[in-house]
């Protein structure tokens, strides 16, 4: 693989990582340092998972439609 293509793996392989590192202690996290009750804490986590989940389609209709596949993911990188 070219250093190119390995890049998305790479990006990939991090965003995993800090996602499920990030979730399994954010309910804690709400509800210990922000006063969060146990109910607003898990729906702040819910859509926080939601948003994980639905922006990468986002990302993906921008990217066959507009951009291509690499200027995508180079450009939703620097903002990530």
């Known amino acids: 693989m070219e250093g190119l293509q390995l890049y998305p793996c790479g990006n990939e ?3 995993r990582l800090a996602y499920y590192g990030m ?3 954010l309910v804690n996290y709400l509800q210990i340092r922000l006063n969060q009750g146990n109910v607003t804490a898990s ?3 819910t859509n926080w998972s939601r948003t994980c989940y639905i922006t990468p389609l986002m990302g993906a209709f921008l990217a066959d439609a507009y951009f291509g596949r690499y200027w995508i993911i180079a450009i939703f990188s620097i903002v990530y």
């Open 13 to 15: 392989c991090c965003e």
């Open 23 to 25: 979730s399994t202690n």
């Open 43 to 45: 729906n702040s986590v």
